[in-house]
């Protein structure tokens, strides 16, 4: 059977084929505000999305696109996308012998924030001085 030619599918499939849980799912799990099925119905697939229950469970891949354009506004990931994001890069940092998190595991920033208490990325954007680190243009 030929792969089909389209991203999307070839990544709702591989998902569903390796047990990838729905993003319904993992919302519930990490106790994270799920979306609900008029949100995930909304826009120009929500109709589609209907069609294939994905309103009531799902595929974790749609779920991450979907909810970062109801909670991030289409600018950044929601919250189910940003959780798995950070804690792959925080997992990678503590089982990298070198990282200077797993040498230093108790180690809080102290740099200044916006909101005392809390250190983004954005503070150390700033900090820094450079708030657009990537530029302009992407070659």
């Given at each position: 059977m030929?792969q089909?030619s389209?991203?999307a599918v070839r990544?709702?499939?591989r998902?569903?084929s390796?047990?990838l849980?729905s993003g319904?799912s993992?919302?519930?799990f990490?106790?994270?505000?799920r979306?609900?099925?008029?949100?995930?119905?909304?826009?120009?697939?929500?109709?589609?999305?209907?069609?294939?229950k994905?309103?009531?469970?799902s595929?974790l891949?749609?779920?991450i696109l979907?909810?970062?354009?109801?909670q991030g506004?289409g600018q950044?990931?929601?919250?189910?996308?940003?959780r798995i994001?950070?804690?792959?890069?925080?997992?990678?940092?503590?089982e990298?012998s070198s990282?200077?998190?797993?040498?230093?595991?108790e180690?809080?920033?102290i740099?200044?924030?916006?909101t005392?208490?809390?250190f983004t990325?954005?503070?150390l954007l700033?900090?820094?001085?450079?708030i657009n680190?990537?530029?302009?243009?992407i070659?």
């Amino acid at each position: 059977m030929p792969q089909p030619s389209s991203l999307a599918v070839r990544n709702l499939r591989r998902g569903r084929s390796v047990g990838l849980p729905s993003g319904q799912s993992v919302a519930r799990f990490l106790k994270l505000k799920r979306l609900t099925r008029a949100e995930i119905s909304t826009g120009p697939d929500g109709k589609v999305a209907a069609k294939h229950k994905f309103d009531i469970e799902s595929p974790l891949w749609y779920y991450i696109l979907k909810e970062a354009q109801i909670q991030g506004q289409g600018q950044r990931l929601g919250q189910v996308g940003s959780r798995i994001i950070a804690e792959v890069f925080v997992g990678l940092l503590e089982e990298d012998s070198s990282s200077f998190l797993a040498i230093n595991p108790e180690w809080k920033p102290i740099l200044p924030a916006k909101t005392s208490g809390t250190f983004t990325i954005v503070d150390l954007l700033k900090f820094v001085g450079d708030i657009n680190p990537i530029g302009d243009a992407i070659s």
